[in-house]
């Protein structure tokens, strides 16, 4: 019953979006007072049924109801509470629910809190939300229904993935889903301000708090992910350049240009078409990445089956939402006046190239991620495009947006002059060419490529901890100087420590795969690992071998890790469980293989030791601060 109240909920729900597409919208057009203000009711009724049938669907994986054909497909009785409750978007149909629920939310979120947005916009905003609202849950009851029954039931489901089997992946789908969705706010803003012809610096500053909640959810997000992957994968990396990554990564540079045009727009009212055409684009590579994972098209690990319907009202879905809102930019962006004029050498001008090297690490990772796929439907063969392409494509661009990044702060607004700015940029200079020679010195791999990229990070993070002490007076001035940036400072800093991370975890790393049986030891990054055993037993809904490691300690202490080779009934399936123990920055990361069918005791061990890892994730976490800090706004105007 509690499934059928679910499907019913979903059901009504399309049409409260429909009416919420419409009505809106033509009292916007036609002045009706009344009609615009229903806006907010339809939202919040909107997000109320949509919450309602997620969580009938909780309840039917929380009670291992298989008479639901998506618990059936995605729950085991025996599986940990946790997992139950992440089987709802472990699965394509309930991933779908879990976009629309979060779609909804967003829109509930801006009317409740949007008082001073005017009351014919804030109506157009809503309606265009709505029209996604209805375009995804159509495409949900027509092609993907997660309430769809079983007769008779079964006594017994066939449970989730066992890779998906994992705390952190847990949290990471509805985190990385907010901050896609999120996107939909800044485009739904896009839209309401072409309808109008009208973008000032008024509009930036209702718009900025929201580009920068999706883009921190989406930072979080893709950190999650890349840790899960760590971790999880067992093959000793963070990022792969793998297709389904890449379609969270594209948006994500696509934010980040968008939250940076924002500001120039908000500050000094130019760049306005640019900055409504990276909201539209934003949102619609989130629309993208949607389509690459549930179309079928793409090979990859996070990839979900799907049957070609799906694809096809996806890819209509993205090309309607998309072309419709390119086409009414194409009309209106000439109505758009130009806004204020900055001279060459300004912050304006930094920003500005900022976006452009931006949009093109965007568009690369584009192609890269795209071409084989347009190669597999013209049938001109196959290619596999990985990490040596966006390595080889993305580093030269890298060194000239580090300097930008490094140098905008300094800039002064409208006009900066160069002999004050070169004088401000000398110190953390200095300081980046001392550390990259301290670098150079040291008797470590990959030193060209290792010294050159710890002077572009070294750069930006001196320069911008150089331009926090000097705009706060030596930290006696700090109240006097906006959130945001403070914000800026932490998700720049933090944007310094994850290439610097990124560079030495990979070129310094140490990787060994051999065979071991107990008492065996090996040296790896400087330490001893010695092999003690393999331990069987049983999980909640698993067997397990679980091999037995120590290292020592300088205190004279052990340090003991214990990877898992799992085995799962009830998907019959293997999995390897890794080990890692951080030592200080530094993590040793243990994988294991296969056990010698000749002799029991021995099996295939892979170690990895990463150098620095430490930073990188600290970086990534420092990036999604800085976007929540910068949340709240300008406490006080900003002093160039």
Request: include cysteine.
């Amino acid at each position: 019953m509690i499934i059928e109240l679910g499907h019913f909920a979903l059901v009504l729900a399309l049409v409260i979006a429909a009416v919420q597409a419409l009505v809106p919208m033509w009292g916007a057009h036609r002045g009706n007072e009344a009609w615009m203000r229903m806006g907010r009711q339809l939202a919040i009724s909107l997000s109320g049924l949509v919450t309602i049938a997620v969580f009938s669907l909780v309840h039917a994986f929380a009670l291992s109801d298989f008479s639901v054909l998506n618990v059936y497909e995605n729950s085991h009785t025996l599986k940990p509470a946790l997992y139950k409750l992440a089987g709802l978007w472990s699965n394509h149909e309930g991933s779908m629910l879990l976009w629309a629920w979060m779609l909804t939310l967003w829109g509930t979120a801006l009317m409740r809190s949007a008082k001073h947005l005017p009351l014919a916009f804030k109506a157009r905003v809503i309606s265009v939300q709505g029209m996604i609202a209805f375009g995804f849950l159509l495409f949900i009851l027509a092609t993907s229904n997660p309430f769809r029954r079983v007769d008779p039931p079964p006594a017994e489901g066939l449970d989730m993935n066992p890779v998906l089997q994992d705390p952190l992946l847990a949290i990471h789908p509805p985190v990385l889903y907010m901050g896609y969705v999120g996107f939909s706010i800044a485009f739904c803003f896009a839209i309401a301000a072409l309808l109008e012809k009208k973008v000032d610096s008024e509009w930036a500053g209702y718009l900025r708090p929201w580009v920068l909640a999706a883009w921190a959810f989406l930072t979080g997000g893709i950190t999650l992910g890349a840790t899960w992957a760590y971790y999880e994968l067992g093959w000793g990396g963070f990022w792969f350049w793998d297709p389904v990554e890449n379609a969270s990564l594209m948006p994500w540079l696509a934010g980040t240009a968008l939250l940076h045009s924002v500001a120039v727009l908000e500050k000094r009212g130019t760049l306005k078409s640019w900055t409504i055409f990276l909201a539209i684009f934003a949102f619609s590579l989130s629309l993208l990445g949607t389509f690459l994972v549930r179309s079928g098209v793409l090979t990859s690990v996070h990839a979900f089956a799907t049957d070609p319907a799906r694809g096809i009202f996806i890819l209509a879905l993205l090309g309607s939402v998309t072309g419709g809102a390119l086409l009414l930019y194409g009309l209106r962006a000439p109505y758009i006046t130009m806004g204020a004029s900055f001279r060459p050498l300004s912050r304006e001008t930094a920003l500005l190239l900022n976006n452009v090297f931006l949009f093109t690490f965007a568009a690369t990772v584009f192609m890269g991620t795209l071409y084989p796929v347009f190669l597999s439907a013209l049938d001109a063969g196959s290619v596999s495009v990985g990490a040596p392409y966006y390595t080889a494509a993305l580093t030269p661009l890298l060194i000239p947006f580090a300097f930008l990044m490094g140098a905008g702060p300094v800039l002064n607004w409208r006009e900066a002059q160069l002999k004050p700015a070169l004088k401000r940029l000398g110190a953390p200079f200095a300081l980046a060419v001392l550390a990259a020679g301290f670098i150079a010195l040291l008797p470590l791999p990959g030193r060209p490529f290792t010294v050159c990229i710890f002077l572009v990070a070294g750069w930006v993070l001196f320069s911008t901890l150089h331009e926090l002490v000097r705009k706060t007076g030596y930290f006696t001035a700090w109240r006097h100087l906006p959130q945001s940036f403070y914000g800026m400072t932490v998700a720049h800093s933090g944007f310094a420590l994850l290439l610097m991370g990124a560079v030495a975890s990979t070129s310094w790393a140490a990787e060994k795969t051999l065979w071991m049986k107990p008492r065996d030891h090996v040296g790896i990054g400087g330490r001893e690992v010695l092999f003690l055993g393999v331990e069987p037993g049983i999980g909640d809904n698993y067997d397990y071998d679980r091999g037995n490691f120590s290292v020592p300690l300088p205190d004279g202490e052990f340090a003991f890790l214990k990877p898992e080779k799992r085995w799962y009934p009830g998907t019959q399936r293997f999995t390897s469980e890794t080990a890692i123990r951080a030592f200080g920055l530094d993590m040793l990361y243990i994988v294991m293989g296969d056990q010698d069918p000749k002799n029991s005791f021995r099996w295939v061990v892979r170690m990895y030791y990463h150098p620095f890892i430490g930073i990188l994730l600290l970086g990534a976490c420092l990036i999604a601060a800085g976007g929540l800090i910068s949340i709240p706004g300008r406490r006080r105007q900003e002093t160039a």
